[in-house]
């Protein structure tokens, strides 16, 4: 038996298996490398983005008026944040790629048959996650990771120099990268120590905290690169918890760069950050061992998807029966689809991550209480922000397919009107991405606020969430989860994500035509009213649109033509 | 009753059934056999609607089915060969969402997918999810639901896959027990000695064309062979099985 031969087989199998096939249309073929290579792409163009900030930072730095510290502080910074957005980029992978971590049931019912080994099927498993980190950690930083320490390089270092800088970058990248992705897979181990469904269920929520950890941190980490904070006694205690300066620390350890002033400093991080990875990849190793084999088993006799429970989800109708068979289908996948739900968290975190940047900058000199107990224009602007991730987020996901192969169900039935099924969807999208992100501002307004200004405000949260489903609905003949996904056809989603900042501008001024029009009945009357005729109108249109495509529904994503229109407006 | 006339499917260029015409009567059941590959399913996909044909029309009661497909869907009942489904629904919930895909009536549904359950043994896993279930227990959901709105037309491809041997007999006998109360009940299924006592009139299909359209009887006569599987040999099995199972046997030992 060719044990090598055979991992060899599995490696690339699992390999490529990282993307999911499901994804892709029939048309596709299956194609898994063209979705890699897009995703490798995307990567890169953000190093690209990334590495454009070290040109500014290469000239700041070898401005004559600074003294040593402040380049060294301006220095330390930029490399915590080099450090930070790699560990993050690592953070969102390992999430993403929480369930490829262990074989899925088919892989056990097709592999365990055969005479391969466990331990090559683990190790072949741990290869391919380890290749894929490697490469992602490669992509994002293939152009920044060359750029950022040439532009850091001290004025006057030579090749030999800035050369140990660049790899002194680089194995702090594998090396934050491995200790990041060897904790998220650590805790993943310890908890399919459970037992399976009990597993099954926490993993998801394992998830989403995770999710929300790595951007909390990121944003709100202190800032306490220099000299002074970083020895102050006083922040010891954060820095133990914050690991991105460990290995900043290490960094400086490697590089040899700022020896002379860091090292007393450093030393003890970067330490720190040896020791941390020795432990990550010891607990991380040892319990991954210890479950994967005991979970083979499991994992066979096991559904992968979360059992309902005993009566199921209870849900209201909502019109006539075709409506409240697809809106309920809807809704039901969303909550217990594990891979919908991550790509869900994923931009809830961010909506969260951008709303606490905002909080933080606006309310810089109050507590949180100081901002929430008073009417204010950061609380309204942090609700429209987190309404347009919920319903950005939620939108996305409807596009991504369930059990492709078996929409033939929606094939074979009467379709409804298309009208009806265009209802049923936004109900369903209304459920899902409004209601929760409205309630959750009705509770926290009305309970610190006088209710005229919280009341205000949310009728006019109310009209939005609408116009924004309406917007994103238009043209939209499929039903949620049923219908193929060609990816790189979404320009919606891209133009909201690079045109964040004019975003949240945009909503600071609106915000506050809404605060000075709060305090005048005629003007918050007529903003409403404006509100409430393009929502009507955004209604009309779409429903018009939704007419005039015809009752057929669409279940296959149809390729670009090679001519192909910016419509950055547009959804798939 | 169902009529196909000279219907065909090509995929590429490469007929995948090639001219086919039969008819399937109501008060009979239809069996329809053939070799893998030779284009059962197609038929039965372009039938429900699933795909288009490339040429040909399908008639039902007399009226070209792509002249109210619509309401030519409302009529028909489809168990598809491979079971899938929503498996992140449970039994209960998918058979409801079908119901109220077909607009049925709430109560008298729920009253029947109960009804259904117990007599199919899935009522104890009703709420089970759906990717808990066996295969027998997902062909029952599907059966199920392909029955759950008193269809006209029933096709079945390849039914009794996966089921328990009651449950086959109870399938057997249901079929039979559809198509007197009616119905035009048109099954594709490999196991012969099933096709034999269940159906009065099979169509046999090799390479995507018709080689048998008639009654069993008849075929029997026709052929002076006793038993379908001697027919369905001779008429689409072109291997020697004999000498075929020596060869793989001789293959592996070597």
Same mark, same amino acid.
């Given at each position: ?572 | ?13 490469? &007929? ?8 399937? !009567? ?8 053939? &070799? ?38 409302? !009529? ?6 491979? &079971? ?29 997918? +109960? ?9 104890? +896993? ?42 086959? /007999? ?48 008849? /075929? ?35």
């Amino acid at each position: 038996m060719n044990t090598f031969q055979q991992f060899r087989v599995l490696y690339r199998q699992f390999l490529f298996r990282l993307m999911d096939v499901e994804l892709l249309s029939a048309s596709a073929g299956g194609d898994a490398s063209a979705l890699l290579g897009q995703f490798g792409a995307l990567l890169i163009f953000g190093s690209l983005l990334l590495s454009l900030g070290a040109f500014g930072i290469s000239y700041l730095t070898t401005e004559p008026g600074l003294s040593r510290e402040a380049v060294a502080a301006v220095v330390w910074s930029e490399e915590n944040f080099m450090v930070s957005v790699t560990m993050l980029v690592v953070g969102v992978f390992a999430l993403l790629s929480w369930d490829a971590t262990f074989l899925d049931r088919r892989d056990v019912l097709v592999l365990a048959p055969l005479p391969i080994r466990g331990p090559t099927l683990c190790a072949a498993k741990i290869a391919a996650a380890a290749s894929a980190l490697g490469l992602t950690v490669a992509a994002w930083n293939s152009l920044a990771g060359f750029a950022w320490p040439i532009a850091l390089a001290p004025h006057g270092a030579g090749v030999v120099c800035t050369m140990r800088l660049v790899a002194a970058f680089w194995i702090t990248f594998l090396v934050a990268g491995t200790f990041l992705y060897c904790a998220v897979l650590g805790v993943q181990a310890v908890a399919a120590q459970l037992p399976r469904r009990w597993y099954l269920r926490v993993s998801s929520v394992l998830q989403i905290a995770a999710l929300v950890l790595f951007f909390g941190v990121f944003f709100f980490q202190p800032s306490l690169a220099n000299a002074k904070a970083l020895g102050a006694p006083e922040n010891q205690r954060a820095l133990a918890w914050l690991p991105s300066y460990w290995f900043m620390g290490l960094l400086s350890e490697v590089s040899g760069t700022y020896a002379a002033e860091g090292h007393v400093v450093m030393a003890p991080l970067a330490l720190r950050a040896v020791v941390s990875l020795g432990v990550a990849i010891f607990v991380a190793g040892g319990a991954f061992l210890l479950s994967y084999l005991r979970t083979l088993r499991k994992i066979a006799e096991e559904p992968d998807i979360v059992p309902g429970s005993r009566g199921g989800i209870w849900l209201p109708r909502f019109g006539n029966s075709p409506q409240t068979a697809l809106a309920q289908f809807v809704i039901r996948t969303l909550l217990r689809s594990r891979r919908h739900r991550a790509v869900l968290a994923f931009y809830l975190g961010g909506g969260c991550a951008i709303v606490a940047v905002y909080l933080e900058g606006g309310g810089i000199h109050e507590t949180w209480m100081d901002i929430v107990g008073r009417v204010n224009g950061l609380i309204l602007v942090a609700s429209v922000l987190m309404l347009c991730a919920a319903w950005l987020g939620t939108r996305t996901v409807f596009s991504l397919p369930l059990d492709l192969l078996a929409n033939w169900l929606f094939r074979i039935t009467p379709a409804p009107r298309s009208v009806d099924c265009l209802s049923a969807v936004r109900r369903a999208l209304l459920a899902l991405a409004v209601l929760p992100v409205w309630v959750a501002t009705a509770a926290l307004l009305l309970w610190f606020w006088p209710w005229t200004p919280a009341a205000q405000h949310l009728l006019l949260l109310g009209m939005l969430g609408s116009l924004l489903v309406d917007i994103s609905l238009r043209g939209f003949r499929k039903i949620p989860f049923t219908c193929s996904y060609l990816p790189g056809k979404s320009k919606a989603h891209m133009l909201f994500w690079f045109g964040i900042i004019p975003l949240v501008i945009a909503i600071h001024k609106l915000v506050g035509l809404e605060l000075r029009a709060m305090a005048n009945p005629l003007s918050y009357w007529a903003m409403a009213a404006a509100l409430a005729a393009a929502a009507f109108a955004a209604r009309k249109l779409t429903n018009a649109s939704a007419n005039r495509s015809g009752p057929e529904i669409q279940v296959e994503e149809s390729a670009s033509a090679e001519l192909v229109g910016l419509g950055l407006g547009r959804y798939p | 009753m169902l009529e196909l006339r000279s219907v065909s499917k090509r995929f590429l260029g490469i &007929p995948a059934v090639d001219n086919v015409s039969f008819s399937a !009567r109501a008060g009979e059941v239809t069996g329809y056999l053939g &070799p893998n590959g030779s284009g059962k399913t197609t038929t039965m996909k372009m039938i429900t609607g699933l795909i288009e044909t490339t040429a040909g029309e399908i008639f039902f009661d007399g009226q070209p089915i792509r002249a109210d497909l619509l309401g030519f869907k409302q !009529r028909v009942g489809y168990v598809p060969e491979e &079971p899938y489904l929503y498996s992140h629904l449970s039994g209960l919930e998918y058979l409801v969402m079908v119901g109220q895909l077909r607009d049925l009536p709430p109560k008298p549904t729920v009253e029947r997918i +109960d009804g259904l359950l117990r007599l199919l043994s899935l009522h104890s +896993d009703r709420h089970a999810p759906i990717s808990a279930y066996s295969k027998g227990m997902r062909q029952k959901v599907l059966l199920s639901a392909a029955l759950l709105h008193n269809p006209d037309l029933i096709l079945l491809d390849e039914p009794f896959s996966g089921l328990d041997v009651s449950t086959s /007999l109870v399938l057997r006998s249901l079929i039979q027990e559809l198509a007197a109360r009616g119905k035009v009940v048109l099954f594709s299924s490999h196991e012969l000695e099933t096709v034999e006592r269940v159906c009065s009139h099979v169509v046999i299909l090799h390479h995507g064309k018709v080689v048998a359209d008639d009654s069993i009887e008849r /075929l029997r006569t026709l052929m002076a062979l006793p038993t379908l599987e001697e027919i369905f040999s001779q008429l689409a099995v072109e291997q020697d099985t004999a000498a075929v199972s020596r060869q793989i046997a001789d293959l592996i030992r070597a």
